[in-house]
């Protein structure tokens, strides 16, 4: 019967050190043979805790989105680029006095604010009436409704 042999020098765990100074060292061997059996155990069990201790190849770190490159600002690409070219000045539709006025932050946020904006311009395309803005157009207003739709 083998007896169970602990390795009292270890102070860090370190498996393949623990066994090679018990395998090696009469003083805790006590002059047991080791069998062959026993041998193939302890180079499995060294194996595998090698194998899972092998360093890993790092997790990439996620791509940045678009809107974190993308840095909108309202007064350039929301209210000049969208609001004045698109709904309120050129098409005169959401100018002041219309039914739905939308030309200045102030009169834009409830319409942010309660998801219309969003379904009309980027879910429908219904928005302007003369057809979808550009791709570039789409991707800064929904950057800026991801964002919190900023004052800035």
């Not at 834009?108 to 057809?131: H, I, W």
């Not at 979808?132 to 991707?139: K, V």
């Not at 929904?142 to 800035?152: A, E, F, T």
Request: positive net charge; charged residues 20%.
């Amino acid at each position: 019967m083998l007896k169970v042999i602990k390795c009292p020098l270890v102070v860090e765990w370190n498996l393949y050190e623990c066994f090679y100074i018990c395998l090696h060292s009469n003083k805790f061997m006590k002059k047991q043979p080791l069998h062959a059996p026993v041998l193939l155990v302890l180079g499995l069990i060294m194996f595998s805790m090698y194998s899972c201790l092998k360093d890993r190849a790092p997790i990439p770190a996620p791509k940045p989105s678009l809107c974190d490159t993308m840095n909108v600002i309202f007064s350039k690409h929301i209210e000049a680029d969208i609001l004045w070219t698109y709904c309120a000045i050129t098409s005169g539709c959401h100018a002041a006095g219309a039914s739905y006025e939308m030309y200045d932050y102030n009169t834009l946020k409830p319409f942010a604010e309660n998801g219309k904006l969003r379904d009309r311009v980027l879910d429908k395309k219904d928005m302007p009436t003369s057809g979808p803005l550009p791709d570039s157009l789409l991707q800064r207003l929904d950057c800026w409704l991801k964002n919190g739709y900023p004052n800035n």
